[in-house]
Nanobody, 122 residues
């Protein structure tokens, strides 16, 4: 299974970006998809996750109301719409997958993408 993240870039504060994570190798039925981020010198942080059906999502408090996670299972892709970006959102964003229920702990995820850089200028 491979996860390929894309969509990062440089944006001014207040701007928007949409990240995508495409999976290949096999269909991840009943897998939770999640986004984490890691800023320089900081630990990896949970950002958002979504269940296979899309019925349940979870977000870290700092992005609630600004970020939206969604998925298109027909396209084997998960998205992270990021609005009202702030300089402290700057990080490498990584997508991950695990079977079963949502976890905010990175160690619970079995598959990881390579990450995409998001830089928000003030």
């Amino acid at each position: 299974v491979q996860l390929q993240a894309s969509g990062g870039g440089l944006v001014q504060a207040g701007g928007s970006l949409r990240l995508s994570c495409a999976t290949s190798g096999r269909t991840l039925s009943n897998y939770v998809m999640a986004w984490f981020r890691q800023a320089p010198g900081k630990e990896r942080e949970f950002v958002a996750a979504i269940t296979w059906s899309g019925a349940t999502t979870e977000y870290v408090d700092s992005v609630k109301g600004r970020f939206t996670i969604s998925r298109d299972n027909a396209k084997n892709t998960v998205y992270l719409q990021m609005n009202s970006l702030k300089p402290w959102d700057t990080a490498v964003y990584l997508c991950a997958a695990r079977y079963g229920w949502i976890s905010v702990t990175g160690e619970d995820y079995n598959y990881w993408g390579q990450g995409t850089q998001v830089t928000v200028s003030s």
